[in-house]
């Protein structure tokens, strides 16, 4: 396993945001994982570091990136995968194994970890709808329990993880058996949709970054609120798809939530609508930087 120390983030997180983190570790395995879970006291736990915002003030606590973790199989219709598995991969490979499921992965940047974290989803799929079960360490008892799908709390961008308690270590899916070319068809289309409307993942960006409120979309409301006019010289309301937001080159994790709070405010002045953000804040957060996490997350401490 490596460890490294006084280590930049910025370079492994999609937004190309971060600053220094005192202690980072990349477990292989389960055991290392779990090793590591057991003994640290002040962590952070973190896939692919897409959909979420690293404080460019760093982190003074240790953060475990589990994108080492890449241990996956295919029996029949059961799919098996370690925590770091990335999305994209477990896609195209049960695509040519016949299986059908992943195909909206396969344009996210995010790990099996990540995903059903978030219950991510798209194109009318999301990861809960296949999962069977989830090994987790639970972090009161320290030891290792599974929970079958039902357990999980699953709704709309939401699992048990949220609370903290548990940390997830692999899962087990059940996949359904369709022809192979309309895997492939299925695949293209999400492929095409990200390239015409969402930023590539060559563009540093997080994802999505508000939740749609209900019956409604996140996107449509800031678009006709004239947020993709919202620019400046380090952050830009990517111009096809307004809850995307670029970082143009050099942008601080304080110039990406300034233009939050600026999306969230005129959605609000707009159509008195509160967006929820979906991007995920992490580090030791600047006094500027609590202000604004203040306004966007409604709450007053966010770890």
């Known amino acids: 396993m490596q460890i490294k120390e006084?280590?930049?983030?910025?370079?492994?997180t999609?937004?190309?945001?971060?600053?220094?983190?005192?202690?980072?570790?990349f477990p292989e395995t389960q055991e290392e994982l779990t090793e590591l879970l057991r003994t640290l006291k002040n962590y952070i736990v973190l896939g692919s570091c897409s959909n979420v915002l690293f404080s460019s003030n760093g982190y003074k606590g240790d953060v475990i990136i589990t994108s080492e973790m890449k241990n996956f199989e295919i029996r029949g219709t059961k799919v098996y995968a370690d925590c770091g598995v990335k999305g994209p991969l477990l896609a195209q490979k049960t695509s040519e194994a016949s299986l059908s499921g992943f195909e909206f992965m396969i344009g996210f940047p995010g790990s099996i970890g990540g995903d059903i974290f978030m219950n991510a989803g798209a194109h009318g799929q999301s990861i809960s709808d296949c999962l069977i079960s989830c090994c987790l360490f639970d972090k009161t008892k320290k030891e290792v329990v599974f929970k079958q799908k039902s357990e999980m709390e699953f709704s709309y961008r939401h699992s048990i993880l949220h609370d903290s308690k548990y940390i997830l270590l692999s899962a087990e899916f059940e996949l359904k058996k369709l022809p192979q070319e309309e895997i492939k068809a299925l695949i293209e289309r999400n492929l095409n949709f990200r390239k015409t409307i969402q930023p590539s993942l060559a563009t540093p960006n997080a994802g999505?970054?508000?939740?749609?409120?209900?019956?409604?979309?996140?996107g449509r409301l800031l678009d006709k609120a004239g947020a993709k006019a919202f620019e400046n010289d380090k952050v830009k309301v990517w111009d096809k798809h307004a809850n995307f937001?670029?970082?143009?080159?050099?942008?601080?994790s304080e110039d990406i939530l300034e233009m939050m709070v600026k999306m969230q405010k005129v959605v609000k002045d707009t159509y008195t609508i509160d967006l929820a953000p979906e991007i995920i804040f992490i580090g030791d957060k600047t006094k500027k930087e609590e202000e604004l996490c203040n306004i966007l997350y409604k709450i007053k401490t966010l770890k």
């Open 245 to 252: 937001l670029i970082n143009k080159g050099d942008a601080t």
């Open 6 to 12: 006084n280590f930049e983030i910025k370079p492994l």
């Open 14 to 25: 999609t937004y190309k945001i971060g600053g220094i983190v005192k202690r980072v570790y």
């Open 208 to 218: 999505s970054v508000f939740k749609n409120p209900e019956n409604d979309s996140a």
